[in-house]
Every structure is written in C-alpha cells, then in structure tokens.
C-alpha cells in the first residue's frame, strides 16, 4: 500500500544496481523544502560513488524539478507529464546546439 502524501519513490543506486527504495512522503505539498532534501541526499549518495533516481514522481514534483532544471541530476522517471524532455524545443528561428565553446587557456580578452 502507497503511504498516503507520497510524491514519488526515491530509488538508490550503486553501479547501475538498485540497492534501496522508499517513499518521498510530503506532508506539506511540494515546495524547495522537498528539492533540497532530495539534493543533500544526492550529494551524500555521490559521495558514496552512488547516485538517486526518483520512481514515477508526482507531476508537481515533476514540474518544480524541470522548472529548477534538476530532472536529469535526480534521473526523473515517471508519467509523462508534458514528458521529460531534457533540453527542450528551439524556439522560432532558433538553432539548436552550442552557442560557445570555451578553451581553458584562452586568456581572458
């Protein structure tokens, strides 16, 4: 049974292997409260040469994320809510791929 308040699954992965799970339970609703939490728990799972992935997210949760531009650090996985698209669409006239290219020992001008 889904405990009730629960926004997604955060799944825990070491090489590519599933080692843990449970649920992301926000009594509250889903605010930069819940994406910090979720941010510190990264950083201690990559620390640990592991990383977090979030099992079918709700689709506030969804939205905040790509909104912050955090959907493809935490491997957002789920419903398609105006799908995941990582990068998004050109705009009118609008070419895609790299606007600059930055040398490391370029002087700065």
Not at 23 to 43: E, F, S
Request: charged share 25%; glycine share 8%; with cysteine.
């Amino acid at each position: 049974m889904v405990p009730p308040h629960t926004r997604a699954e955060v799944v825990l992965l070491c090489d590519s292997a599933e080692v843990a799970s449970w649920p992301l339970i926000c009594r509250n609703g889903v605010d930069l409260g819940v994406v910090d939490d979720l941010a510190r728990v990264q950083l201690e799972a990559r620390r640990q040469n592991c990383s977090i992935w979030l099992r079918q997210p709700c689709p506030e949760l969804t939205a905040l994320l790509q909104f912050l531009g955090l959907a493809a650090p935490f491997q957002v996985d789920g419903p398609q809510v105006g799908g995941l698209k990582v990068g998004g669409q050109p705009e009118d006239r609008e070419e895609t791929g790299v606007e600059e290219v930055v040398v490391p020992d370029d002087p700065v001008a």
